[in-house]
C-alpha cells in the first residue's frame, strides 16, 4: 500500500464518544486525503491537506475535522461519532505533480453503535 | 477496509475473454479521468489515467477510453485472468482542484 499505514484498522465505539484515525506515509508526499466509503456512494473525500498545518474541506465534512502537524502523519477527528458516520475510512496521498494519481491505505472499518 | 456496495453494476467474464468496464461522467470541466481497481479487503490501486485531451491510452493488457461528446470513460482489459476480479471505480478531477470525485464502481467476476 505505497508506505502507508492507518491506525487503528477496525473500532467499534459509541455515539457521542470522540474518535480519532491516524493515517502515516512514508513517502514524503505534499497531499493527504480522508475518504469515506458507503455502499452506494463510491468514495467520497472528507477532508485533505496540501502541507503541513494546510487543509481544506472535502464534499462530506460536517462532523469531521483534521489536523496535519508533520508530513508524514495525517488525522481524521470525528468529535462526538454518530451513526451516520460507519463506514471504511482510506487514506490517501498525492505527490503534488500528479495529485490526480492517490495511493490509498488500507482503511478502517469503524462502527458507531 | 473492504471493498463494498450491494448493489453494485457486475460484470462476469470467462478467463482469457477480454473485459470492458464503463463509466458515465457528468463534469465535462474534469482534467484528468482516472480508473482505480479495489480488491476486497484493500484500499483502491491506481490503474491508468488519461487527460481530457486524450481519446485513448494504453498500459500493460488494460486501455482507457474516453469520448467526451457523450461524457463516457471505459476501461478494456485484455485476457482477463482470475487476478483482475475486484471493484472498478472511475474518477475525475476538476480542472485546477486537487481533489477525486468517484464513481460507484462495477464489480468484475473472472469465471476460471
Known amino acids: 500500500d505505497a508506505g502507508i499505514t492507518q491506525s487503528p484498522r477496525h473500532k467499534v465505539t459509541e455515539t457521542g464518544t470522540p474518535v480519532t484515525l491516524r493515517c502515516h506515509q512514508t513517502?514524503?508526499?505534499?497531499?493527504m486525503y480522508w475518504y469515506r466509503q458507503d455502499p452506494g456512494h463510491g468514495l467520497r473525500l472528507i477532508h485533505y491537506s496540501y502541507g503541513v498545518k494546510d487543509t481544506d474541506k472535502g464534499e462530506v465534512s460536517d462532523g469531521y475535522s483534521v489536523s496535519r502537524s508533520k508530513t508524514e502523519d495525517f488525522l481524521l477527528t470525528l468529535e462526538s461519532a454518530t451513526s451516520s458516520q460507519t463506514s471504511v475510512y482510506f487514506c490517501a496521498i498525492s505527490a503534488a505533480t500528479y495529485s490526480y494519481e492517490q495511493y490509498f491505505g488500507p482503511g478502517t472499518r469503524l462502527t458507531v453503535t | 477496509g473492504e471493498s463494498v456496495g450491494l448493489h453494485l453494476p457486475t460484470l462476469s467474464v470467462q478467463e482469457g475473454d477480454n473485459s470492458i468496464i464503463n463509466c458515465a461522467y457528468s463534469n465535462s470541466a474534469s482534467d484528468y479521468f482516472i480508473w482505480y481497481k479495489q480488491e476486497s479487503g484493500k484500499g483502491p490501486q491506481f490503474i491508468i489515467d488519461?487527460?481530457?485531451?486524450?481519446d485513448k491510452r494504453q498500459g500493460q493488457r488494460v486501455t482507457v477510453l474516453l469520448n467526451k461528446t457523450v461524457k463516457h470513460l471505459s476501461l478494456q482489459i485484455a485476457a482477463t485472468q482470475p487476478g483482475d476480479s475486484a471493484v472498478y471505480f472511475c474518477a475525475e478531477t476538476p480542472t485546477g482542484a486537487n481533489n477525486l470525485f468517484f464513481g460507484t464502481g462495477t464489480r468484475l467476476t473472472v469465471i476460471p
Open positions: 513517502e514524503n508526499h505534499r497531499y
Open positions: 488519461i487527460r481530457s485531451n486524450m
